[in-house]
């Protein structure tokens, strides 16, 4: 139950409070570490996702990266590729340092049969927050600046595909036991661009991963994508995809290739409201993706306000049908 979902613990938010800003609470591998392992100590989730964040590589490739409580992230925005160059290789990865070292305490601490979950935006999604410099907008702006720019997006991204590669490598060395890609905004891309911006660029990540020897499964999320996750699952070379909210179950089982695994998709709101309605849609979904290998999951992230029995009502009847 990925992204920001520690919000709707307690104890995470104790331990926040300890931190100096959210920055450095990624960057602090004690700290990073125990909110990581808080939810598997609490629900005994059989997958543990690695506490950072996706904004963390533009923070260290040199660009300002703020979170502004109530507003979201900000990031000191870029118009070219060069903006995005201003730190060698080296030091953006010794930057990121602290992660690879959050996923070293993790890792042995969890039991055998937890998959620890290491993580990257995709590149489209962080030059959206490189270009865009703020969260809250339609996210319109990236792409004009992709018709108007269409070779600097591009270098844009070659360096996001460089850059990540190496960070997951690192975390895939450290110890994690699966990469996910976070593409939150691959909505309303047009099959053109959602091939050059999206398909492509995850494309040459996958790629530059197992060339750097990372064997590890990769899980691709294009939230949002509709009808076009069938060519990201053809052509990207990921292992396995996230699938939105609004995902068609029956879709899924007709057009994925079959034995295809996939991860979703409960809606948030729908665990935030709880009831019997939430325990028949979780059946739901366990019924409509029965035929092919799944990993329970949400549509998206766990919401600040979602009540903590309604996650273990979810774990409950999860585990019941898996059985
Ligand atoms: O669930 C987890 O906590 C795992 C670690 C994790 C975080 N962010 C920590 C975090 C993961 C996997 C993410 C991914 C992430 N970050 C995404 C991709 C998933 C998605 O949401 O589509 C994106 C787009 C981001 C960027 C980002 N970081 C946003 C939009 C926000 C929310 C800002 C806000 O004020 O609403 C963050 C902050 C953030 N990242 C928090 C956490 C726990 C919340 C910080 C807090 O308030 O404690």
């Not at 070293?104 to 927050?129: C, D, H, M, N, Q």
């Not at 064997?215 to 990201?232: E, M, Q, T, V, W």
């Not at 699938?243 to 729908?270: E, H």
Request: hydrophobic share 45%; aromatic share 8%.
């Amino acid at each position: 139950m990925m992204r920001q979902a520690g919000r709707h613990l307690p104890e995470y938010l104790e331990l926040r409070a300890r931190a100096k800003d959210f920055l450095d609470f990624c960057y602090s591998p004690s700290l990073a570490a125990e909110a990581t392992l808080q939810p598997i100590r609490r629900y005994d989730m059989d997958g543990a996702i690695l506490f950072a964040d996706i904004l963390l590589i533009l923070d260290a490739m040199g660009r300002k990266v703020e979170f502004v409580a109530g507003e979201g992230p900000r990031v000191e925005p870029i118009r070219s590729a060069a903006e995005l160059d201003r730190e060698p290789l080296e030091k953006v990865m010794a930057k990121l340092a602290p992660v690879g070292e959050t996923v070293e305490r993790v890792s042995p601490r969890l039991s055998e049969k937890t998959t620890l979950i290491g993580f990257a935006g995709a590149p489209w999604t962080v030059a959206i927050y490189a270009i865009e410099g703020k969260g809250g907008t339609d996210k319109t702006f990236p792409r004009q600046f992709g018709y108007e720019n269409p070779q600097e997006l591009d270098a844009i991204l070659a360096q996001l595909v460089e850059a990540s590669a190496h960070y997951l490598a690192m975390q895939a060395k450290a110890g994690a036991h699966a990469l996910m890609l976070f593409e939150s905004w691959a909505e309303g891309l047009p099959e053109d661009g959602f091939d050059r911006w999206v398909i492509q660029p995850t494309k040459a990540l996958v790629s530059r991963l197992r060339e750097l020897g990372v064997d590890l499964p990769i899980i691709g999320f294009p939230r949002g994508c509709g009808s076009l996750l069938a060519p990201y699952v053809e052509r990207t070379g990921v292992d396995a995809v996230g699938l939105d909210t609004a995902a068609s179950l029956n879709w899924v089982n007709k057009t994925l290739p079959k034995g295809f695994p996939v991860q979703g998709n409960l809606d948030p709101l729908r665990l935030l409201a709880g009831g019997d309605g939430l325990e028949a849609r979780v059946r739901q979904i366990l019924d409509g993706l029965n035929g092919r290998p799944h990993i329970f999951n949400l549509g998206h992230g766990v919401l600040p306000d979602t009540p903590i029995e309604n996650v273990e009502r979810v774990l409950k009847v999860v585990r019941q049908g898996a059985q």
